[in-house]
């Protein structure tokens, strides 16, 4: 099956910093991948559309100058958190889709930020 | 406007006690339906894609249907370790951006 990693895995930080998380398909390329955010005990919310060699599309009401994108490589697309606030703590999860499988989405185990 | 509705938003059965969890939908073309199991802390794991009314996936204890309207994750003679958060999500088929649109979840508990 398709396996997507995510890094770190879990990350606290001070108020103010930046925080970059990466998200990685590890046996397929993705020219696109996805970038989600989820609060505890909610749905996953879509933040952005991340695209290889372009640049990201951002959901309705998301920063795109506080969460950075960036698809350097068909394996490869980063997140990163600016000058994080403690708002900014949540789950971040990252999908890709495999068009092996009918461009089926399979997600990263996630992120935890928290930010003090 | 698309939408995705699931329930219940929480379920607990005893092990071994069947039961169906529901996902309704309103699309503009259905590119395809999507279960995932969410464990707590961790990522969606990929359990099943429907694309057509009719089709059914199974896969162990569960069998996932899809009509025009609905799809169902049916759970059979279910164990303790089926107990976690199923998502449904769709894909509509006009935009061709690929993103998919979830429900808000059914968490089952199963007791041993």
């Known amino acids: 099956g398709a396996v997507v990693s995510q890094h770190p895995s879990r990350v606290i930080c001070k108020s103010g910093t930046s925080v970059k998380i990466e998200c990685r398909s590890l046996?397929?390329?993705?020219?696109?991948m996805f970038w989600y955010r989820q609060f505890p005990k909610q749905s996953l919310m879509l933040m952005a559309t991340?695209?290889?060699?372009?640049?990201?599309?951002?959901e309705q009401g998301v920063e795109k100058d506080k969460f950075l994108i960036n698809h350097a490589s068909l394996t490869l697309s980063t997140l990163t958190v600016t000058s994080a606030h403690p708002e900014d703590s949540s789950f971040y999860i990252c999908?890709?889709?495999?068009?092996?499988?009918?461009?089926?989405?399979?997600f990263g185990p996630g992120t935890r930020l928290t930010v003090l | 406007e698309d939408q995705v509705t699931q329930s219940p938003e929480a379920l607990r059965l005893q092990e071994g006690e069947s039961s169906s969890l529901n996902c309704s939908y309103t699309?503009?073309?259905?590119?395809?339906l999507f279960w995932y199991r969410q464990d707590p802390g961790k990522g969606p794991e990929f359990l099943f894609t429907?694309?057509?009314a009719g089709e059914e996936k199974e896969k162990e204890r569960l069998k996932a249907t899809l009509t025009k309207k609905e799809s169902f994750l049916h759970i059979t003679a279910p164990k303790p370790e089926d107990s976690a958060t199923y998502l449904c999500?769709?894909?509509?088929?006009?935009?061709?951006?690929?993103?998919?649109?979830f429900g808000q979840g059914t968490t089952l508990q199963v007791k041993p």
């Open positions: 999908s890709a889709p495999w068009r092996g499988r009918g461009d089926t989405q399979y």
């Open positions: 046996d397929f390329q993705a020219t696109t």
């Open positions: 991340s695209n290889e060699g372009s640049k990201a599309t951002y």
């Open positions: 699309v503009s073309g259905l590119r395809g």
């Open positions: 429907l694309y057509s």
């Open positions: 999500a769709v894909q509509e088929g006009k935009s061709n951006t690929g993103k998919l649109i």
